[in-house]
């Protein structure tokens, strides 16, 4: 201390800027955000439902960290689009360059704030740099999500490296995040990564959504399950590549991001957009999380398709390339009879496709298997009662086609790249390749009553790119605005392109090219976090199954199917008498209940014994519930645990009862009450003790029904 420092007062302390607040609001969850001197808001509390009254201004204040040794003298904002320019700490919310290579660095001051019925706009500029970015912040109070998206205009063209969509805090109180990777038939694979100072990051530089790199996360809460504690979860709907950060900085605060895969814009520009954040809050699980994002997709994103959702038969593992007008019809006509209704003709169907190193891109009936044409065999189909689909794959060609023939130039990437599955991709920003797509695919539609087309992407991009993905869109756009009675199904060798933005223009989602039932019991469970069931496709199988070489039972392939939206895809021919019984049962029974459970929420059971995955789908109106919960491998103790139900009133009596009671085997051998008849409990016993299930063979499953008395 130098002399006098003692009899010198301290500094007087800064003066606290000025607060603006806003917020959001629906029962389950509010989001506030706060703008401090007149910079870019950021959120300061996203979580549990505040009081109408809370002091705003008083919680920003109440959020903002002290300052001490090792730290700059104020801290910078954590704001929706966090700036370099500010001495943020971590990974910024923009980065890009003037047509010179030059940084740019906004610092951003908030113009307005525009408050819309459920919905904030957030606009901000840098008049030196001449750069202006806006935030939108939509809360649906029907399906609990937020929808958010942040655009970047410029007065003079820029080099985009990374926009993040409107930036949300990582939760405190949190221990982990859960991520979906995968892979090629092993697709919704949760991983668990602890919070750790620094960032996690992960990217798909595929330029589709993706096996590997699902845009999907969740965040627990410490201590949250399934069906209790807090979580937030997040989506982005994009179909190109796409970035996620989640940043734990030095100071202890949490950021995430989300954004296109870095780079991926690679023309300059005046304008720049992100895709749409999806995120959802819940304090009873990640359930809720999941029942939030079903329900958004169900009931806001999809398009409309009148009527009940058709069971669905198609012929890819039964014939692949060896088409022929009999063994079809044959085929036609059995799967009608275990109770199809929608026949799809897959690949093969078209230019001289006898394997798949030739004709992709070739969109014209293959007059050598069809000397009559489609017609003959959409007929029958129609005769059997079931609608007509086909299979496309319209942003891909074989360097063996008349296409690439005619126009090498169309081909994405250089001439020497490495094939996937011996094709190429299509150069999907040229107008001239989506006016030359639209014109073969719409007469094949127009000249044909082709009610679905299955639409395929079996080829990761040479580079990622994201004008793939808006040259995708648009052309989707055009043909389904030609053909608005025309479904969709979004196929990317299974899995590859399943997302939000895909789904507001296809109303399925193929999950895996696996029809394994062991795979799937596992992987619809884990997708439910963010599908419904309507959405969500699923096969029965070949008795042995192409993918795995597994032999699974007709009982247990056929409930799996019956958990989402069922179809076959196997060869009816080799169906034993016993089998094609079994399978038009279930088929019957996903029949007479479809009214009700492809609006159901999709509930993740938390079972005391892993050998077990198990879920409920419950009505909306609470009324009916049916639980799946099939046995994946032999248990560890002799006898079933029980199993504990979720989300039915407390206080109501439910009759449950075994569907498939007489699936019991015989070493099944104590008189249980649940196969002898009906069972009549609270939902508070339901809940809280369970259930006991009759003992089973691994790859089986039972299903339960329930009723409200």
């Given amino acids: 201390m130098t002399p006098g420092e003692a009899e010198r007062p301290p ?17 389950r969850q509010t989001l506030v955000l706060a703008s401090r001197g007149g910079r870019l808001p950021g959120v300061v509390h996203w979580g549990a439902p505040l009081p109408r009254g809370e002091d705003l201004a008083a919680l920003a204040a109440a959020s903002e960290m002290d300052v001490t040794g090792g730290m700059l003298d104020e801290n910078p904002d954590l704001s929706i689009c966090p700036e370099a320019a500010r001495s943020f700490p971590g990974q910024p919310g923009l980065i890009c360059r003037d047509g010179d290579g030059r940084p740019i660095l906004p610092r951003f001051g908030c113009a307005a704030v525009e408050e819309r019925p459920r919905g904030l706009t957030v ?51 949190s221990d982990e995040l859960i991520e979906v990777s995968g892979r090629w038939v092993g697709e919704f694979q949760l991983r668990r990564a ?69 780079g991926s814009e690679a023309a300059p520009g005046t304008a720049f957009a992100t895709a749409t954040l999806f995120a959802t809050y819940g304090a009873a699980g990640t359930n809720d999380c999941a029942t939030a994002f079903q329900r958004h997709v169900r009931d806001r994103l ?40 929608r026949f799809v003709l897959d690949d093969g169907w078209f230019g001289a496709r006898d394997d798949d190193a030739t004709s992709l891109g070739d969109w014209q009936v293959d007059a050598r298997k069809w000397p009559g044409g489609l017609d003959p065999l959409i007929d029958h189909v129609h005769a059997e009662g079931m609608e007509f689909g086909l299979w496309f794959e319209p942003e891909m060609a074989s360097p063996d086609s008349a296409l690439l023939r005619a126009r090498p130039d169309w081909a994405l990437g250089p001439p020497d790249q490495v094939l996937g599955r011996g094709q190429m991709a299509l150069d999907m920003a040229r107008a001239e390749v989506r006016d030359h797509l639209f014109a073969a695919i719409d007469a094949i539609l127009s000249a044909h009553a082709v009610s679905y087309v299955k639409w395929d992407h079996n080829r990761v991009l040479p580079v990622p790119d994201a004008a793939q993905a808006h040259g995708f869109y648009a052309l989707l756009d055009r043909l389904r605005a030609a053909h608005p009675a025309v479904e969709i199904e979004s196929c990317a060798s299974g899995g590859g392109r399943v997302d939000f933005g895909v789904l507001s223009r296809a109303g399925r989602v193929w999950l895996s090219d696996s029809n394994d039932a062991l795979e799937r019991l596992r992987m619809q469970h884990d997708a439910a976090l963010f599908l419904p069931a309507a959405v969500t496709g699923s096969h029965v199988g070949p008795r042995r199954c192409h993918t795995s070489g597994r032999t699974l039972s007709m009982p247990f392939r056929a409930w799996v199917a019956a958990q989402r939206h069922m179809g076959f895809e196997m ?55 049916v639980v799946f919960a099939g046995r994946a491998a032999a248990s560890a103790q002799i006898a079933p645990r029980p199993l504990r139900l979720t989300r039915l009133d407390p206080a109501a009596r439910y009759e449950v009862a075994l569907a498939n009671r007489a699936e019991a085997p015989a070493l099944s051998r104590a008189p249980l009450a649940l196969k002898e008849g009906p069972l009549v409990l609270t939902g508070a016993a339901l809940m809280q003790t369970g259930i006991a299930l009759p003992w089973s063979f691994p790859e089986t499953m039972w299903v339960m029904e329930g009723r409200r008395l």
């Fill in 11 to 27: 500094p007087p302390p800064p003066l606290r800027p000025l607060v603006r607040t806003w917020r959001l609001d629906d029962t």
């Fill in 123 to 173: 606009r901000c500029r840098d008049e030196a740099e001449g750069v202006a970015y806006e935030a939108r912040l939509d809360l649906d109070p029907a399906t609990h999500v937020l929808a958010l998206s942040a655009r970047l205009t410029s007065d003079r063209p820029l080099r985009l490296e990374w926009l993040a969509a409107p930036v949300l805090p990582g939760p405190q109180l």
């Fill in 194 to 262: 602890a919070w750790h100072p620094g960032i996690r990051l992960r990217e798909n530089r595929t330029g589709r959504t993706g096996h590997e790199h699902f845009p999907g996360l969740v965040v627990p809460g410490r201590g949250a399950t399934a069906t209790a504690g807090e979580a937030w979860a997040f989506h982005y709907g994009w179909s190109g590549g796409h970035r996620m950060v989640a940043e734990e900085l030095p100071d202890g605060r949490r950021q995430i991001q989300w954004g296109h895969a870095a």
């Fill in 302 to 341: 999809v398009p409309k398709r009148p009527g009940p959702r058709p069971v669905h038969y198609n012929c890819w593992e039964a014939v692949y390339f060896d088409q022929s007008l009999p063994v079809l019809k044959d085929i036609a006509t059995r799967a009608a009879a275990l109770g199809a209704e």
């Fill in 571 to 625: 060869d009816p021919r080799e169906l034993t008498e016993e089998e094609a019984g079994t399978l038009a049962g279930v088929t019957a029974w996903w029949k007479r209940n479809r009214d009700w459970t492809m609006t159901a929420d999709v509930l993740r059971l938390e079972s005391a014994d892993p050998a077990i995955v198990a879920e409920a789908q419950l009505a909306r109106d609470g009324r009916r519930f």
